[in-house]
């Protein structure tokens, strides 16, 4: 660790960052639009010669993801930082939701609150300072949906253009909100896992463009740190001892880990045992599938699942949330589209969260580790609500009762009243 006080700042335009180092060899190589190592061609991880930082100095930042820009990939002077401001979502004690699965403590950390409602503005927002420092000039990405509403509205803030390919078949809402940022928007005929190939074609002929999750994925994924970051800061400086997160491509998930040993590491908090838990809907389960056979490697799959968000049949970092629930003695789990309905539907009676069919998945795979006894009830646990039910609406649209209009007098009311009984918490 480097001795640096917090007050200088350093001249590097990545921050503290100071490296990308291989996760399967251990190579280095300096900074730059590198996603894979020369020698091994395994994933490249951001390392750091992390500055001294106390609470005090990150609490009086600002209430977004900057202010834990010291641990991230992101340059130190805050002016070539991109405008957007994502983070700093809330953190929401769920006593009811937790009294309905018979849990102590319960929090959801609901990502609807970023700007454009959902966790991917973070992951995003870092791509783009590192991308810009690098020079491209176009912001691109293979998305599942949310990241493409994410790239497209960063982009327009910025004022540079944006290309994004989705799978022709996601949820409406989530085309229509990302088209109406402009940019160029492209359906691609096939399964995310085909987008994702065209987009590395693309990134390796289009050299000045930045694919978020591509050619710049080293920084990209390290914006999924301050999910972790948050948490523990609106714990009160504490991790908490369970939590359960959704996997599509699973950096989410490895890098709240990254964050937590981090925040250890720098005596931010007290270094107490966690155990980590992935979500997965069981039309797309492929880490689950392995967890459960005990292997190390993940076989892909051809995803079919109302959770379009999370549908990515050859996740990226598989490998390693196997690593990370294993090694934290958690698990990883999977639960069909009717449980991932209902779940949504209990949070939102509960809560009064309306989540994405991800959280669906989350949820409904809390339940069920609850059941088979993997999680531990009295524990103080956190899951993500990673984001919104309105880009997800058709998923509960058959389920959710909407009685047709009655004619405009009190009796008509009377006569509703009594043919359509209250609804209760669905439990
Ligand atoms: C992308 C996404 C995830 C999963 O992210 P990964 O880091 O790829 O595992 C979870 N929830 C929602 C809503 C998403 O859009
Ligand atoms: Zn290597």
Known sequence: MSSSASATIPASRFGYATRLSCRECGQTCELGAHHACAECFGPLEVGYDYPSLTRESIESGPPSIWRYASLLPVPADVASRPNTEPGFTRLVRADRL???????????????????????????????????EMGH???????????????AAAAARAGIRSVVLIPA?????????????????????????DVNRLASQLAD????????????????????????????EQLGWRLPQQIVVPVASGAQLVKIDKAFREL????????????????????????????????DVVQPVRPDTIAKSLAIG????????????????????DVSDDEIVSAIELLATTEGIFGETAVGVTLAT??????????????????INSGDGLKTLDAVA?????????????????DFESSVPPRKAVA
């Open 98 to 132: 937790a009294s309905a699965l018979g849990m102590r403590a319960l929090w959801v950390k609901d990502e609807r609150g970023n700007p454009t409602h959902s966790f991917k503005d973070r992951v995003v927002a870092v791509a783009l300072a590192a991308a810009l």
């Open 137 to 151: 000039k176009v912001l691109a990405c293979p998305s599942t949906g949310n990241l493409a509403n994410a790239v």
């Open 169 to 193: 078949n996601l949820e409406p809402q989530k085309i229509i909100a990302t088209a109406v940022y402009g940019g160029t928007m492209v359906l691609v005929d096939g399964t995310y896992d």
């Open 205 to 232: 002929d289009r050299e000045d463009w930045a694919f978020v999750n591509v050619n710049v994925r080293p920084y990209y994924a390290e914006g999924s740190k301050t999910i972790g970051f948050e948490i523990a």
């Open 264 to 295: 250890a590491a720098l005596g931010l908090v007290d270094a107490a045992p966690y155990r980590v838990f992935g979500a997965q809907a069981s039309g797309c389960a492929p880490v689950a599938a392995a967890f459960r056979a005990g292997h």
């Open 314 to 333: 050859n996740p990226a970092d598989g490998p390693y949330v196997l690593d990370v629930t294993r090694r934290s003695g958690g698990a990883v789990a």
């Open 366 to 383: 809390t339940r069920k580790l609850l059941d088979s006894g993997q999680l531990d009830p009295d524990a103080e646990t956190v899951i």
């Open 398 to 414: 058959g389920s959710v009762p909407t009685a047709g209009p009655i004619r405009p007098t009190l009796q008509a009311f009377i």
